[in-house]
């Protein structure tokens, strides 16, 4: 029942509401060598995209690394003995347009270490600009109001330098409101009381305060508390470095380190931290890389 409703969301989603759509490039298929075969789902991809990876041919404990311009990548069997490997390659929102490569390392028969590698073409993603007027605090904090906002920041790094080599999700991911299907605002770059900040990291769904916010996927809470940008926020670790952040909850409902279930309540549509109004931000960070989150419910991870 529930299952239908959210597919009929996703279906209802459309081209407009889906900023940064996936890139349209050409699907990669590489031969490796030692029976493996590589394939990415583009060639190229603009700022703040997500492609996947999937590694065919593997023996079934054969260990193979992966990295994605110069850092390492999680890749991960859907069963213990599975031939298949899977990744998501996400192209961070700010990462400068060029070729980067990403590579398969394993040691070949004699032992010694074998590679492969793809190029892929990042470009330059199409964001606008907005100017908004918020609260003069959440522009020119006071130093104590700045040495919180540092503390956020070094928790959530700390956050994000985790992998948890564990596949918690079930499926596909799903969108984080019921009934709302237009999320939008990703990338843009914000002037904000005519100063320029930094990038806006995720999507906004416009709600009223107090509607019910569910987890995307299942996965463990990483955080839930209130920091001083995102106001009352909870960080969902979804395993192998896959992340979800709602952030200005008026209520969180979950504790840090509470499993949760796909689809379960984690708190309530607000307004609280740097905000013009009551709305869901619901960011998705992979390997670090801040990717817009709507892309994660149009494909399996
Ligand atoms: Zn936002």
Redesign the pocket.
């Known amino acids: 029942m529930k299952r239908i409703g959210l597919l009929a969301v996703i279906a209802g989603l459309g081209a407009s509401a889906v900023v940064g759509a996936p890139s349209m490039g050409t699907p990669v298929k590489k031969v490796c060598g030692d029976g493996l075969t590589l394939r990415i789902s583009s060639s190229t991809a603009a700022q703040g995209n997500l492609l996947t990876v999937e590694v065919s041919g593997a023996k079934g404990n054969q260990e193979i690394a992966a990295e994605w311009d110069g850092r390492s990548i999680p890749l991960w069997r859907e069963t213990p003995a599975s031939a298949t490997l899977h990744s998501l390659l996400a192209v961070d929102l700010e990462k400068p347009p060029g070729k980067y490569e990403w590579k398969l390392s394993w040691a070949g028969p004699d032992g010694n270490p074998v590679v492969c590698s793809q190029a892929i073409t990042v470009r330059a993603g199409k964001f606008s600009t907005e100017r908004l007027s918020v609260e003069n605090q959440y522009v020119q904090p006071d130093p104590e109001q700045q040495k919180r906002a540092e503390a956020d920041q070094k928790k959530m790094r700390a956050i994000y330098d985790t992998v948890t080599p564990e596949v918690f999700w079930k499926g596909k991911f799903e969108l984080p409101l019921k009934g709302v299907t237009k999320g939008s605002?990703f990338g843009r770059r914000r002037v904000l009381n005519g100063e320029a900040r930094s990038p806006?990291?995720?999507?906004?769904f416009p709600a009223a305060a107090g509607t019910p916010v569910y987890a995307a996927q299942a996965g463990k809470v990483a955080l839930a508390e209130n920091l001083y940008y995102s106001g009352n926020t909870v960080v969902i670790d979804h395993g192998y470095g896959i992340y979800t952040l709602y952030?200005?909850l008026s209520e969180i409902d979950v504790h840090a380190g509470d499993a949760v279930e796909g689809a379960a309540v984690i708190g309530k549509v607000g307004a609280t931290g740097r905000?013009t109004g009551p709305?869901l931000?619901w960011g998705l960070t992979i390997d670090h890389a801040r990717v817009n989150a709507l892309q994660i419910v149009q494909r399996r991870p």
């Open positions: 605002n806006h990291t995720g999507v906004d952030a200005h905000v709305h931000h």
